[in-house]
T-cell receptor, first 112, second 114 residues
């Protein structure tokens, strides 16, 4: 199974600033996903990021707020822009491989 | 539209007791079904999955789940719970081929008492 790392593991940010989260995979994968898990809530898919194409965003999420890069088959970034306290969440990346998804450890973001 | 319901927000069981976590799904075609566990401060770990075939699937850590199409259910079971099983458990349904676009239930928090 794929091994996924995320940076940073946690951060505390001021409102109005932006944070870029990195996701690194130990093998080449086509499909990568970004999820948000708000406090005490389940996971919600933000977008699907396939290498070589624009990310596909789910309803309620827009590129201006959550720009995503996917420069190669092992790496992706998610930026949370112009943050507000409502963006305080755990952000997880995952990869699709062998008909299942493998998840990274998550990035815990607190916005003051 | 796809949806997953986990009716139990929080369950408390004694160590050594049996466990069943409920999951009901709504999906138009044959679903791909998953159970994940999330320990405090950790990412999600896949416990087991169902795609087709035998409706009783075995997973890691002694867990099993049974797919019942007539009840649209995929309940997770364990015959004897260990203290280390305390965690958040998520049921998910995948659409399309494999694990594209996973839809998660709201989760069930399991507390294990000695």
């Amino acid at each position: 199974s794929a091994v996924i790392s995320q940076k940073p593991s946690r951060d505390i940010c001021q409102r109005g600033t932006s944070l870029t989260i990195q996701c690194q995979v130990d093998s080449q994968v086509t499909m990568m996903f970004w999820y948000r898990q708000q406090p005490g809530q389940s996971l919600t898919l933000i977008a699907t990021a396939n290498q070589g194409s624009e990310a596909t965003y789910e309803s309620g999420f827009v590129i201006d707020k959550f720009p995503i890069s996917r420069p190669n088959l092992t790496f992706s970034t998610l930026t949370v822009s112009n943050m507000s306290p409502e963006d305080s969440s755990i952000y997880l990346c995952s990869v699709g491989q062998y008909n299942e998804q493998f998840f990274g450890p998550g990035t815990r973001l607190t916005v003051l | 539209a796809q949806s997953v319901t986990q009716p139990d927000i929080h369950i408390t069981v004694s160590e050594g007791a049996s466990l069943e976590l409920r999951c009901n799904y709504s999906y138009g075609a044959t679903p791909y079904l998953f159970w994940y566990v999330q320990s405090p401060g950790q990412g999600l770990q896949l416990l087991l999955k169902y795609f087709s075939g035998d409706t009783l699937v075995q997973g890691i850590k002694g867990f099993e789940a049974e797919f019942k199409r007539s009840q649209s259910s995929f309940n997770l079971r364990k015959p004897s719970v260990h203290w280390s099983d305390a965690a958040e458990y998520f049921c998910a349904v995948g659409e399309g081929t494999g694990a594209n676009n996973l839809f998660f239930g709201t989760g069930t928090r399991l507390t294990v008492i000695p």
